[in-house]
């Protein structure tokens, strides 16, 4: 895919999309480290990348409710794409085709595939978790005032949503890395024609039967101008 025809091609993610990806992802970063650093002994040391322990517990849960914010705006935004069709569970079932890179074998899919759907959905799940139980564990503002059983629950919650959270991430990372065009879609923001109706089949058809629509619509239009005196 060369940069001549990314630059022509099919606008993917927008610019406020990009932007609220890559802060929302910086800041999943950042509550990982500051996170493990209180999490197991061996990772205190991440704390002086935030300037000691204090500052760490500080930031922590200020970054927190800044990424969920972000987060839930995405979310919304895109909730109708991540809807699982029925084309998505075939991909599911075929996931042994998707790993082996067999994308002949595969049924056509929409602007997101079945694991990206997935990815979605864990985060849809686990972002709220982590930002309530967090919110239970915030001290001084909140923990001093809980009992000693919720203060409990919601750090083994929190620990196992993270975990979760940080894996599906990890998988999310190394998907995009694999698929070539997937990281230059999220920073240039546009992907050849050849890649999208290769990899998003009938996204791909949903654009071209949308930029023939609104041709359509134009040409009258121009023709009504072109008739007047």
Known sequence: MSHSNVRHGILRYGWWTRTNHWIVAICFVLLTL????????????????????????????????????????????????????????????????????RDERLPAVGKNNAGQKLVYWIFLATVPILLVTGIVLWRPWIANDMPVWALRWAVTIHAYAAFIAIITLVIHIYSAIWVKGSVRAMTQGRVSHAWAKHHHPLWYEDVMRNRKTDAESARPNSETQQERP
């Open 34 to 101: 500051s996170g493990l650093a209180f999490f197991y002994p061996a990772f205190f040391g991440l704390t002086a990348l935030f300037g000691g322990p204090e500052q760490t517990r500080i930031v922590h849960p200020y970054i927190g409710v800044f990424m969920s914010v972000l987060f839930a705006i995405q979310a919304v935004r895109f909730f109708g794409d991540n809807l699982f069709r029925r084309h998505d569970v075939q991909w599911t079932r075929q996931i042994r085709d998707v790993l082996t890179n």
